[in-house]
C-alpha cells in the first residue's frame, strides 16, 4: 500500500475529531478525556494556523484517510503525536507514517513521548530511528535529530 501524506486543511476536521475521539486513541493518549466537538473545531483551527505546529493527514492511495501526525513546537522542543484509524491498526504503518512525517517536517529535532503500555508505538518509533532518551513509570521519551542521524 502506497502512503501519501499532506499538510491538514480545514476539510480534515470532522475526519480528525472522529479519529481522536477513537477509544484506542484516547486509551494510548496522555490526555484521556473525550474531546468535545465545539472545542475541537476552535483547536484544529489554531493548529493549522500556527507557525508552532505541522499537522499532516496520511492517505492511501486510494484517498482512504489512514491518520494524522502532528509536530508542536513548546519552548524549546518539538513534540510529534501520531494516531492510525482503527481500520488501518494492525497493519505495521506505524514505522513508514512516522518516517514520511518525519522527513516532511521542517522541524530538525522532535520529541515523542509515548506511554509504556503502548509497545507498538514505541517499537515503530524506535524503528524509524527515534532513540530512547528517558523513561519513568508511566511514559518512554525519546527523541529524533536530523543532523545526528540524517533524513529517514
Not at 499532506?6 to 480528525?16: E, P
Not at 494516531?83 to 529535532?109: H, M, P, Q, W, Y
Request: hydrophobic share 40%; proline share 2%; with cysteine.
Amino acid at each position: 500500500m502506497e502512503l501519501m501524506i499532506r499538510r491538514a486543511t480545514q476539510d480534515d476536521c470532522v475526519k480528525v475529531f472522529e479519529l481522536s475521539n477513537d477509544p484506542i486513541v484516547r486509551e494510548n493518549a496522555i490526555n484521556q478525556e473525550e474531546i468535545i466537538f465545539e472545542e475541537h473545531v476552535e483547536w484544529f483551527r489554531n493548529k493549522i494556523t500556527s507557525p508552532d505546529c505541522e499537522f499532516f493527514i496520511v492517505e492511501n492511495d486510494l484517498g482512504d484517510f489512514i491518520g494524522q501526525v502532528r509536530f508542536d513546537k513548546m519552548a524549546e522542543d518539538v513534540f510529534i503525536s501520531i494516531s492510525v484509524s482503527a481500520d488501518f491498526k494492525g497493519k505495521r504503518l506505524g514505522t513508514r507514517i512516522i518516517n514520511l512525517a518525519t522527513e516532511k517536517t521542517s522541524f530538525g529535532c522532535i520529541v515523542s513521548k509515548v506511554k509504556k503500555s503502548n509497545i507498538p508505538s514505541f517499537k515503530a518509533f524506535q524503528k524509524a530511528g527515534y532513540v530512547l532518551f528517558l523513561e519513568d513509570e508511566m511514559l518512554y521519551t525519546l527523541n529524533y535529530s536530523k543532523e545526528e542521524y540524517g533524513n529517514v
